[in-house]
């Protein structure tokens, strides 16, 4: 079967944040890209379907964490919200190695994942929360090394999403587009509440796609345990 997405570029793109693909990693790619716009047309995953642009929007933008961040082999990582499996399921194409937990609050989504992961010949472990209630649960508590998430919500929300499963010691990687100097500002308080500490901000134009912003936040002290609240409880009384 010819290929579906350009496998040149997406090497070249990638090799540009420091991720080596091989051939493998490759044509797992080319499966999950055919994949996600079959799936496309049955459930609303993306509205990026164009395959050079899946490569740049949704792969090489994912792989990009890895320029960020040093994530040592077989790292715990858990992905909030990883919808269609960004930046979970590329992540762990291009490193097998990792221990990946893929969630989300909506099973038909991770039913995708499921496929996906089958079809090319990966494991994770895919589980369908709300992260607000896993969060104070001890199976996922402070059990990871990285959390990440991509277009979930503010990182004011978000950090208290997802530095919970965060062990001390451990990073939550966000991943933002524009704006990202307000959400800091706007997140700042309940970054500290929620035992985190912002270490870095790394700034880069994902080709004609845009600015991207990845923050990386330490987590410098366990959480209190009356975070996560219900999301509701968040809404209502957010942490300023
Ligand atoms: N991370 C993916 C990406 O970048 O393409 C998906 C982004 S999508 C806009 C947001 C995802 O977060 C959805 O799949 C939604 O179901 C999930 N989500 C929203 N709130 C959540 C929560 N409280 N716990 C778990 N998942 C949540």
């Known amino acids: 079967m010819a290929d579906f997405i350009s496998k040149s570029l997406l090497k070249e793109k990638a090799a540009l944040y420091g991720v080596g693909l091989d051939e493998k990693a490759l044509e797992r790619f080319d499966i999950y890209a055919r994949l996600l716009v079959e799936w496309n047309e049955k459930i609303n995953l993306t509205a990026i379907t164009e395959p050079d642009e899946i490569v740049i929007k949704h792969f090489v933008d994912s792989l990009s964490i890895f320029s960020a961040v040093d994530i040592p082999v077989g790292s715990r990582v ?90 001390v010691g451990g990073t939550f990687i966000s991943m933002k587009s524009a704006k990202a100097d307000e959400e800091i500002e706007e997140g700042k308080k309940a970054i500290s509440v929620l035992g985190g500490r912002i270490r870095e901000k790394k700034t ?32 209502k009384n957010p942490i300023r």
Do not use: W
Request: proline fraction near 5%; charged fraction near 25%.
């Open 78 to 167: 858990i992905d909030v919200g990883t919808g269609a499996g960004f930046p979970g399921v590329a992540m762990l194409i291009a490193r097998p190695d990792l221990d990946i937990t893929l969630m989300d609050s909506t099973n038909k989504k991770l039913n995708v994942i499921r496929d996906m992961l089958e079809n090319i010949g990966l494991e994770a472990n895919v589980v369908h929360k709300r992260a607000e209630e896993a969060g104070q649960s001890k199976d996922f508590r402070e059990s990871y090394d990285f959390a990440t998430a991509r277009a979930v919500s503010n990182l004011r929300d978000l950090s208290e999403f997802c530095l919970p499963f965060v062990k």
């Open 204 to 235: 880069f134009n994902l080709e004609a796609a845009g600015e991207r912003t990845v923050i990386l936040i330490e987590k410098s002290s366990s959480t209190p345990a009356k975070y996560p609240r219900p999301s509701a409880k968040m809404a």
